[in-house]
């Protein structure tokens, strides 16, 4: 029994993750040639995604997390976002580039933009690994896209389910008895 037997199919595989990272990493590294920016790392999704997306970035970065409420065990976004742990540096003056698993409704982004807009960065972009356009509540602007996704409960490469899940390689749906949908 492997958690793998849990998923229905698999959206995106290893080997298309890994090409889409190191071209994000890549575009990033041109985008900011000749400063040094501070990737924000949004806890716990976008950790594997980070981890990766770093080693792809040829500058001298900085590298913080911040963690805020998610859903919890629901599937769906409250809307209500609150952070769980604040960043340690001040991003005052500095070139922000904060990086997320994945945009649904866009509300905790948008909670986050704001929250870290005024801390007056010197500029502040978004790279987000998956996007659930259809599903958007307010407008965003993303500024670095993985993948559009469709509208489905997806799992794996940092993202979970009942915080379980986040160490499949692969980016998966699930059955829908594992979750009763
Ligand atoms: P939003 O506020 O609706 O945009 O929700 C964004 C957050 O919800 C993401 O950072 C994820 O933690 C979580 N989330 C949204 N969709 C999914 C999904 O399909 N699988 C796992 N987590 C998800
Ligand atoms: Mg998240």
């Given at each position: 029994m492997s958690i793998a037997d849990d998923v229905k199919k698999i959206l995106l595989s290893e080997e298309q993750i890994k090409a889409k990272v190191a071209e994000?990493?890549?575009?990033?590294t041109a985008d900011y040639a000749g400063r040094s920016p501070v990737i924000i790392c949004i806890l716990k999704g976008a950790a594997l995604f980070t981890s990766?997306?770093?080693?792809?970035?040829e500058l001298p970065v900085a590298v913080d997390f911040m963690a805020i409420s998610s859903y919890g065990m629901e599937t769906k976004s409250s809307g209500v976002v609150r952070i769980l742990k604040d960043l340690d540096s001040s991003v005052e003056g500095r070139h922000v580039l904060v990086v997320e698993d994945i945009i649904d409704s866009g509300l905790t982004l948008k909670y986050l933009e704001e929250?870290?807009?005024s801390r007056r960065p010197a500029s502040l972009a978004i790279c987000a690994l998956l996007d659930k356009a259809t599903r958007r509540k307010i407008d965003i602007k993303l500024d670095y896209c993985g993948f559009v996704i469709p509208?489905?409960?997806?799992?794996?490469?940092g993202l979970d389910y009942a915080e379980k899940y986040r160490n499949l390689p692969f980016i998966g749906v699930l059955k829908p008895e594992i979750y009763g949908g």
């Amino acid at each position: 029994m492997s958690i793998a037997d849990d998923v229905k199919k698999i959206l995106l595989s290893e080997e298309q993750i890994k090409a889409k990272v190191a071209e994000l990493g890549a575009k990033i590294t041109a985008d900011y040639a000749g400063r040094s920016p501070v990737i924000i790392c949004i806890l716990k999704g976008a950790a594997l995604f980070t981890s990766d997306l770093i080693r792809h970035i040829e500058l001298p970065v900085a590298v913080d997390f911040m963690a805020i409420s998610s859903y919890g065990m629901e599937t769906k976004s409250s809307g209500v976002v609150r952070i769980l742990k604040d960043l340690d540096s001040s991003v005052e003056g500095r070139h922000v580039l904060v990086v997320e698993d994945i945009i649904d409704s866009g509300l905790t982004l948008k909670y986050l933009e704001e929250n870290l807009r005024s801390r007056r960065p010197a500029s502040l972009a978004i790279c987000a690994l998956l996007d659930k356009a259809t599903r958007r509540k307010i407008d965003i602007k993303l500024d670095y896209c993985g993948f559009v996704i469709p509208d489905e409960f997806v799992v794996g490469y940092g993202l979970d389910y009942a915080e379980k899940y986040r160490n499949l390689p692969f980016i998966g749906v699930l059955k829908p008895e594992i979750y009763g949908g």
